[in-house]
């Protein structure tokens, strides 16, 4: 079992710079892939960006690449999402999701477990 609990959401201005963290439970953190996801108002669920589990592999969204980045601290239980140049469109719950399938992740169907999510709100 892993439970997943997103933080470091908020309000940030337009080109601003937000740092997410999502802390894990359990000792094989390591043994699973992670990613995070977003859900804006009246909009479905969309994947955001993942990284293996070892961490040397990094994958995202066309519409965060050059904007967003990625990492985890295995020795920590920890994944984080550094957003910066942040756009009013960037505004969503942000969920952190683990699966032992990268693929799965990628794909974001069919995940292990989910976070209850964060709110990132980009004002204009």
């Known amino acids: 079992q892993v439970q997943l609990v997103e933080s470091g959401g908020g309000l940030v201005q337009a080109g601003g710079s937000l740092r997410l963290s999502c802390a894990a439970s359990?000792?094989?953190?390591?043994?699973?892939?992670m990613g995070w996801f977003r859900q804006a108002p009246g909009k479905e669920r969309e994947f955001v960006a993942a990284?293996?589990?070892?961490?040397?592999?990094?994958y995202y969204a066309d519409s965060v690449k050059e904007r967003f980045t990625i990492s985890r601290d295995n020795a920590k239980n920890t994944v984080s999402l550094q957003m910066n140049s942040l756009k009013p469109e960037d505004t969503a719950v942000y969920y952190c999701?683990?699966?032992?399938?990268?693929?799965?992740?990628?794909?974001?169907?069919?995940?292990?477990?989910w976070g209850r999510g964060t709110l990132v709100t980009v004002s204009s």
């Open positions: 999701a683990a699966d032992q399938d990268l693929r799965a992740v990628l794909a974001g169907d069919g995940m292990d477990y």
């Open positions: 359990g000792r094989t953190f390591s043994s699973y892939a």
């Open positions: 990284v293996s589990r070892s961490g040397h592999s990094t």
